[in-house]
């Protein structure tokens, strides 16, 4: 895909201004930067849902688009989902060659047998954004364009999604504020301000931020540091060394992080009041059946958290 020059305004609001990048087979990037930078007007200039006021946008011939945009709008709330989908692609090609049924392929994306002849009417917000994830990948696509992949998706699906990632072999443009989903799916990030698109900078986002910060002390974001910048990474590269957190696992990092802080309130409460039970030897049973109970939840969690923080540090 080439890109030169691409323009877009709203009346005064300039949303994509000069934009020009290239991108070869197999690129994977990220873009991030505040709401309302251009992000998703990018997006659409990208896929041909909105016409450029200037500039040429140009895709090689074999290309098939996939774009997961945040609105959803082509589901057709009447349907039952299992006709959506079998609308949509009724056999799905795998990667090895193996064909899948719809209903099969629905059972990935966490769709049970009984659930797939509900009408689309009455999911639920995240189950229509998972019903809209499944469209998207369902037709294989050779370039994949993700807006906010991570809003109103369960960490289920989102593992889900990630797996899906990890064995893509096409172009992937990410606009996301989620870091860890970045960081975890993205070989390179990119900025976006007033419009405007940045250099390229490896991930992870540490990286990316420590090169723009040099380049900015420079004086030049286009200049000397930007030059540093690697050749592409070649996906499946480096399969013995150390592999970055899931979106899925940083999240668990952190979540058992608030899990082993309570834990540990508790216990401490429970010796209090076993210090406090006198001769009450019922109740200093009972506390110490549910003090046994809290250490083995702690000792599982601090294991874990050991393996995730040491992984995390890795990374």
Same mark, same amino acid.
């Given at each position: 895909?080439?890109?030169a020059n691409?323009?877009k305004s709203?009346g005064?609001l300039?949303?994509v ?5 290239d991108?070869?087979d ?9 709401n309302?930078?251009?992000?998703s007007t990018l ?6 849902r909105t ?9 090689g ?13 082509e589901?057709?709330e009447?349907?039952?989902i ?14 090895d060659?193996v ?5 099969q392929?629905?059972?990935?994306f966490?769709f049970?047998? $009984?659930?797939?002849?509900? *009408?689309?009417a009455? #999911?639920s %917000?995240?189950e229509?954004?998972r019903l809209y994830?499944l @469209?998207?990948?369902?037709?294989q696509?050779n ?13 289920q699906?989102?593992?889900v999604?990630?797996e899906f ?5 096409g172009c ?6 989620d870091?860890?989903?970045l960081?975890?799916t993205v070989?390179f990030?990119v900025?976006?301000?007033d419009?405007?698109l940045?250099?390229?900078y ?9 090169l723009?910060?040099?380049?900015a ?9 930007a030059e540093?910048v $690697?050749?592409?990474?070649v *996906?499946?590269?480096? #399969?013995? %060394? ?8 940083? @999240?668990?990092l ?11 309130e ?8 076993m210090?406090g039970?006198?001769d009450d030897?019922?109740?200093?049973h009972s ?8 250490n083995g939840a ?7 958290w050991?393996?995730l923080?040491a ?5």
């Amino acid at each position: 895909m080439s890109v030169a020059n691409l323009r877009k305004s709203y009346g005064p609001l300039q949303a994509v201004h000069d934009v020009s990048f290239d991108v070869e087979d197999g690129e994977i990037f990220g873009i991030l930067g505040p709401n309302g930078a251009g992000k998703s007007t990018l997006l659409d200039l990208l896929t041909g849902r909105t016409a450029p006021d200037a500039g040429t946008l140009q895709w090689g011939e074999t290309v098939q688009v996939g774009y997961y945009d945040q609105c959803s709008e082509e589901l057709d709330e009447q349907k039952r989902i299992i006709e959506f989908v079998q609308e949509e692609a009724p056999l799905i090609l795998t990667k090895d060659g193996v064909r899948v049924e719809a209903a099969q392929m629905m059972e990935w994306f966490l769709f049970p047998r $009984p659930m797939q002849y509900a *009408r689309i009417a009455s #999911l639920s %917000g995240g189950e229509r954004r998972r019903l809209y994830l499944l @469209r998207t990948l369902i037709h294989q696509p050779n370039v994949l364009l993700l807006d906010e992949p991570t809003n109103d998706l369960d960490i289920q699906t989102l593992t889900v999604l990630e797996e899906f990632l990890d064995h893509f072999n096409g172009c992937l443009i990410v606009v996301s504020h989620d870091r860890y989903f970045l960081d975890r799916t993205v070989d390179f990030l990119v900025a976006m301000e007033d419009g405007k698109l940045g250099p390229r900078y490896p991930t992870p986002y540490a990286t990316f931020e420590r090169l723009r910060q040099e380049a900015a002390t420079l004086g030049s974001p286009l200049g000397a540091v930007a030059e540093k910048v $690697p050749a592409r990474p070649v *996906r499946g590269e480096n #399969l013995e %060394g150390p592999r970055k957190l899931s979106w899925r696992e940083q @999240r668990e990092l952190e979540a058992l992080e608030e899990e082993i802080a309570h834990l540990e309130e508790t216990k401490t409460a429970l010796l209090d009041e076993m210090n406090g039970a006198g001769d009450d030897y019922h109740r200093l049973h009972s506390l110490a059946d549910e003090l046994e109970r809290v250490n083995g939840a702690l000792d599982t969690a601090m294991t874990r958290w050991v393996e995730l923080a040491a992984l995390a540090e890795q990374g």
